[in-house]
């Protein structure tokens, strides 16, 4: 209910929106994104501004972890009810090629995997947005 009386734009960081591999990047995740994503509906539902009804949702891409055809496509239907059932709202996905740091765990996408990405949210209806990454030398 807080949340929903907030005034500003809300942005969330999701980078995956399956559970188990959320679970793998986020350990101390606690909450289904289901039910987090119902929640957040729910809070801006209950906005009486539909100028506050916008949610950036962020989205780090790591090659081969959550950069795939696949990944967009789970995406996109987890999004759906955000666009669908909330009225006047405006959903941005960020897409942020993960920065690459010298370790092994993850590594930054190629630029053409992330445009595959973004191409694959917009055929399913879902807006995104390749942010430019900072740290590096492209």
């Known amino acids: 209910r807080t949340l929903g009386n907030a005034p500003c734009v809300l942005a ?3 980078h995956a929106s399956e559970d188990t591999l959320r679970r793998g990047l986020v350990p101390t ?3 289904p994104m289901v039910e987090l994503r ?4 729910d809070a801006l539902k209950a906005r009486p501004n539909s100028a506050l009804r916008t949610t950036m949702m962020e989205v780090a891409l790591m090659a081969g972890v959550n950069d795939q055809e696949e990944h967009a496509d789970h995406l996109a239907n987890f999004c759906r009810p955000l666009v669908d059932q909330v009225p006047g709202s405006k959903l941005v996905v960020n897409l942020i090629p ?3 740091i010298g370790q092994d765990l993850y590594k930054k996408p190629s630029m053409e995997a992330v445009k595959a990405f973004q191409r ?3 055929f399913n209806g879902i807006y995104a947005h390749i942010r ?3 740290g590096d030398d492209e």
């Open 120 to 122: 694959r949210l917009w």
């Open 132 to 134: 430019t990454t900072r």
């Open 12 to 14: 969330w960081s999701v």
């Open 38 to 41: 119902d929640g957040l509906v």
């Open 98 to 100: 993960f920065n690459d």
């Open 29 to 31: 995740t606690k909450y």
